[in-house]
């Protein structure tokens, strides 16, 4: 049976204008991720793979080619409509957790569901299930501050899929993290890979991460190739 596609970009090309040359940072990619797929982006630092994440998620737009989320062209859309549909669709986990430090694991879980304007006891409900999933229910009120670097991201983790998204996309999650730490984060994505059938798009400099990945694409010279574990 074959999935249905969550995201796609057909012909995407950025260029940044700094400076008297633009630069041409991503160059007719082409990429589809089907629901519940693994992908990894590898690529030296600087090819391009935040920017690639960035307009996969919408938060900015391509100079040309296009993104659909969900089926649905970002370009067609304002900015606002690509936030709904971000929110719907899609979760970020990125390198440093970027959790908001003056409220708790729980709030910090429920917020996506109080933007989308769920109620908070089905929010708080949903951020329960998603944080002990992440083996954190015995954390649920603790601080940032008062929580280990792997517990961070696995709040963080809980709070990209407390929405349900079609895709995940993670900029290094485990690149702040000591690889025992890093190895039970990867676990734990897997689980909730399996588990949830949501679709993880993952950019890491993590060897084990790419290699339990079905499929490895690395960003070079702008451009994105599909590469075997044995050629990492
Ligand atoms: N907002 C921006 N303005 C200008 N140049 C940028 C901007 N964002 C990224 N770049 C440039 O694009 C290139 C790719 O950056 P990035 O996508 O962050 O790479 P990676 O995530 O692979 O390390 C770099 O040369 C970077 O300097
Ligand atoms: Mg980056």
Redesign the pocket.
């Known amino acids: 049976m074959t999935e249905p596609v969550v995201l796609e970009c057909v012909a995407l090309n950025?260029e940044?204008?700094?400076g008297p040359e633009p630069?041409r940072?991503?160059k007719d990619i082409n990429m589809q991720v089907k629901q519940g797929e693994r992908v990894a982006i590898v690529?030296?630092?600087?090819?391009?793979?935040?920017?690639?994440?960035?307009l996969l998620g919408g938060l900015?737009l391509p100079s040309s080619g296009y993104v659909k989320v969900a089926g649905k062209n970002l370009n067609d859309m304002s900015g606002n409509q690509r936030g709904q549909l971000r929110n719907r669709h899609i979760g970020f986990i990125y390198q440093f957790h970027h959790l908001l430090p003056e409220f708790s694991a729980l709030e910090n879980v429920s917020m996506p569901l109080l933007i989308r304007g769920e109620s908070r006891s089905t929010s708080k409900g949903q951020a329960e299930e998603l944080l002990e999933a992440v083996g954190l229910e015995h954390r649920l009120q603790h601080k940032p501050s008062e929580l280990s670097g792997g517990e961070r991201q696995r709040v963080a983790i809980a709070r990209a899929l407390v929405t349900r998204p079609s895709c995940v996309l993670a900029?290094?999650p485990t690149g702040n993290l000591d690889s025992h730490t890093a190895q039970t984060i990867l676990d734990m994505m897997n689980e909730l890979n399996q588990r949830f059938n949501i679709s993880f798009v993952t950019?890491t400099h993590s060897h084990a991460l790419a290699v339990m990945a079905k499929k490895i694409l690395k960003?070079e010279d702008g451009r994105l190739k599909e590469i075997e574990p044995g050629a990492l």
């Open positions: 950025k940044f204008v700094e630069v940072v991503l690529g030296n630092s600087g090819s391009g793979k935040t920017t690639l994440l960035n900015d900029d290094e950019v960003m």
